[in-house]
T-cell receptor, first 110, second 113 residues
């Protein structure tokens, strides 16, 4: 069974710090990797996608992918209280459905 | 509309009843996906459509669940003989095509009493 694992948290960081969120996946054939943010009671919102090894930066967000280690991470620089949410790692194995991790709850304290 | 829409936003039903959940994808998106999210968990794949046909329904938990997309746009997820364990948020997503970014709707919160 294809699995995506995340630490459920909560991960608590002070405002202005770097938040580091991690995800591992089991299927070596996975091609595409996504980070979604989900506020309580809301639907998932895409914040980053990454397809090749290395880093991808978008504003305060950096996604990192290491296919050899089957590891994806998301760094949030200068964390803000508005970043407090659950972050879902998702993996696309065959160009169709996404397999999600359970999510990591991030709390940014003012 | 700019995004994926789902109706109803909330549905309360009694055990054994039949429910229909509707999804209206982003205009022009050919791929449509249904997921189910239980409290404290990530979304779980149910079924996806490419055009009118169900390309993969391997995530449907049993034969009480069925989905259609007759004209390649709006989709309906149908649940027969609902059970309390069906209570969850049912999320719909659409994308321009396969392997493209999926955009989620607001979800339907289903509560089976």
């Amino acid at each position: 069974q294809k699995e995506v694992e995340q630490n459920s948290g909560p991960l608590s960081v002070p405002e202005g710090a770097i938040a580091s969120l991690n995800c591992t996946y089991s299927d070596r054939g996975s091609q595409s990797f996504f980070w979604y943010r989900q506020y309580s009671g809301k639907s998932p919102e895409l914040i980053m996608s990454i397809y090749s090894n290395g880093d991808k930066e978008d504003g305060r967000f950096t996604a990192q992918l290491n296919k050899a280690s089957q590891y994806v991470s998301l760094l949030i620089r200068d964390s803000q209280p508005s970043d407090s949410a659950t972050y879902l790692c998702a993996v696309d194995n065959a160009g169709n459905m996404l397999t999600f991790g359970g999510g990591t709850r991030l709390m940014v304290k003012p | 509309g700019a995004g994926v829409s789902q109706t109803p936003s909330n549905k309360v039903t009694e055990k054994g009843k039949y429910v229909e959940l509707r999804c209206d994808p982003i205009s022009g998106h050919t791929a449509l996906y249904w997921y189910r999210q239980s409290l404290g968990q990530g979304p779980e794949f149910l079924i996806y459509f490419q055009g009118t046909g169900a390309a993969d329904d391997s995530g449907l938990p049993n034969d009480r669940f069925f989905a259609v997309r007759p004209e390649g746009s709006v989709s309906t997820l149908k649940i027969q003989r609902t059970e309390r364990g069906d209570s969850a948020v049912y999320l719909c997503a659409s994308s321009r095509g396969l392997a493209e970014t999926q955009y989620f709707g607001p979800g339907t919160r289903l509560l089976v009493l």
